[in-house]
């Protein structure tokens, strides 16, 4: 049973760790976040919860419609979009050690690194990885393996499936397999937000916390950057969905977390007042006791800075000579020119602070703070 009182004695020496009463009051980490104990959502699903999910992911993948892509395709036989078929792409599986201190704890966070993506950031940090089919095929029962070598060799604190969208079927069904070679640890579902209602309703019961971001907030930017117009619409909607299912990150009393949504913005040059509307949004639809990590991290990568390529014969570039006729950037003016230019540098601090500062007014107050965690030694 998960409990959700403070009555442990660890607990209230956690909470006696805060040396002043306003910083106890206003800690992401404040007690009425704290758990006793934490049973895996999974771990409580019944025979026939989980007969229902196995024939539900096998139905999606012979009619792929589990991400708002809609390809349709039967992916025993071919890909669409994502490109990957009835197997999982594995590019990566190890201890992760870059993720929120509440995440990868002491012995890290057991990721697992999709290779294919429904989306095409024109920025993606991860793009040798997400653009291309670079990894080892897995079925389900073999992914299962994995999570299990993560569980009692690496003794991670959780599965972390990061780009996993694409691959909802098989990572359903691979949790299910997992459960009954004894998996234990929480799973966390690592998400662009451009899932369909569909995906997030088949992984529930299944995923014990998610890890969702939501990139930018206008259909043009995100037609442009993203190559899908529709992705704020459809993040509202998943991030709602996932947070009616898990509710506020919640953690033991060992400062990991174990259940709840943990929200990731990354800050864009340029773009900070798009990242205004998102956490204001946040606040007012979804829940002011929102865990959220406001990132600063960005920097150009994947497409961004590329040497823009015109057209071919494209006659207003050949005429200015910025383009020689053959299609090649003509002279000093051509090399200037390149892609994406309006994020070709790195997001600025008072662009950061600036949206953090909206985040403060619209009344969220949990923020992702690794000096909170410094009293877990973790």
Known sequence: MVLRSARCSQINSVA?????????????????FLLDTYIPRYQLLTAQQEARKRSEAYAHLRNCNLCPRLCGVNRFERTGTCLIGSDVVVNTVAPHFGEEPTIQGRNGSGSVFFSGCNLRCVFCQNHDIAHQKNGFHLSPEELAD??????????????????????????????????????KVPIIYNTSSFDSLASIELLDGLVDIYL????????????????????ATVAM???????????????????????????RHLVMPGFEEEGKHIVRWLSENVSKDLYVHIMD??????????????????????????????????????????????????????????????????????????????????
């Not at 006696?16 to 009425?32: I, N, Y």
């Not at 009692?152 to 694409?166: A, K, W």
């Not at 991030?239 to 953690?251: E, N, R, T």
Request: a positive charge.
């Open 212 to 231: 969702p971001d939501f990139k930018v907030w206008n259909a043009k930017t995100s037609q442009r950057l993203l190559k899908a117009d529709d992705y």
């Open 146 to 183: 994995w999570y299990i070598k993560l569980q009692d060799v690496g003794g991670v604190h959780n599965i972390n499936l990061v780009t996993p969208e694409h691959v909802v079927p098989q990572v359903a069904l691979s949790i299910l397999h997992a459960k009954e070679l004894g998996l």
């Open 16 to 32: 006696q760790s805060f040396r002043r009463g306003q910083h106890r009051a206003k800690s992401a980490l404040a007690p009425q």
């Open 297 to 378: 991290q960005y920097h150009p990568r994947a497409h961004v800075g590329k040497e823009k390529r015109s057209r071919i014969g494209r006659a207003e570039d050949v005429a200015e000579g910025m383009v020689e006729p053959g299609g090649q950037a003509a002279g000093e003016q051509g090399k200037k020119q390149v892609r994406y230019e309006e994020i070709n540098r790195a997001v600025k601090m008072d662009e950061v602070d600036s949206v953090k500062k909206a985040a403060e007014e619209s009344g969220l107050w949990r923020f992702a703070d690794a000096s909170e965690h410094s009293i877990f030694s973790i």
């Open 237 to 263: 909607e998943s991030i709602k969905a996932m947070h009616d299912q898990v509710g506020d990150l919640c953690f033991t009393s060992d400062g990991i977390a174990k259940k709840g949504v943990l929200l």
